[in-house]
C-alpha cells in the first residue's frame, strides 16, 4: 500500500491502459481522479471528470475539481493519446495537427495546470505514457511516432526542469498493447488474424503486451519508494526494443535455456 495518502490523477483513464492503471493505483492505496472524455466508464471507485486534453480551458476546470475532490494533486499520470497511420503521405497537415495538439500539447496543458498542486506535494511524480515508437522505426506508424519521439524529448526536458521542485518525471514505453485501440486497428485489416499474428510476432516475447504489465510499469515510476527514478523511460514491449535474438526454426532444436521451460504465453504441460 505503498499509495495510501497518494492523490493521483491518469488522463484517458476510463479504457484501455488508463483504466488499468487508475484499477491498479487504487489497489495500492491512491485516491484516483480520472479524466477523460467519457468520464461514466471510469473504473468503480475514481473520480470521474469530463476533459479535453485538445482544450486548455477544460483542462484547468478538470484540474481544479480533481484536487478539490482529492484534496490535492501528487501524481499526474499523462496517458490520453491518440493513434494515427500511414507513411507521412498518408495525412494531410490538419490530422498532424490534431495528433500532435492530443498526443503532445495535451501533455503540455495537463502538467502545467498540475504544476501548482504538485509543489506542494512532497512526493510529486509525472508520469507520461510515450511508446517504442519514439525509438524504434516502425512501418506505417509516420505521423504517431513523432509525436511519441516528442513525448520521450518533452518527458527528459521536464525532468530537468522540475528535480529540484522535488517533481520527478518519466515515461513509459510500452510495445504493441492489447488494448481497444489495437482492437480497432485489427478490424479495418483486410486479414485481421494475420495482422494480429504479425503484430504478436513482432515481440520477442511472443505476444501482446497487456495493459495491467504497462500500469505496473507506471505504478513503479510514480511511486514515493521510487524516489531516485527520473527522467527515465521504462521500455514495456517484451524485449522490441533492445533485443535482437535469433530466428527459431519450426522444429529445429532448442537452446537449453529455451528446452526447460514453456515457450511465452502457455503454460507448462
Known sequence: MEFAGIKAIVTGGASGIGAATAQLLQERGAEVAVLDLNPHQAPPGTKAIHCDVSDDATIRRAIEEAAELLGGIDVVVNNAGVGAQGTIEANDDDEWHRVFDINVLGMVRVSRAALPHLRRSSHAAIVNTCSIAATAGLPQRALYSATKGAVLSLTLAMAADHLHEGIRVNCVNPGTADTPWIG??????????????????????????????????IAYLSSPISGS???????????????RLRTRRAGGPQSASTASRPAAGRPAN
Open 229 to 243: 527514478t527520473t527522467g527515465v523511460d521504462l521500455a514495456v514491449d517484451g524485449g522490441t526494443q533492445a533485443l
Open 184 to 217: 480497432k486497428l485489427l478490424s479495418t485489416a483486410t486479414d485481421p488474424a494475420a495482422e494480429r499474428a504479425a503484430l504478436v510476432a513482432r515481440q520477442p516475447h511472443g505476444r501482446l503486451v497487456s495493459a495491467q504489465e504497462i500500469a505496473a510499469a
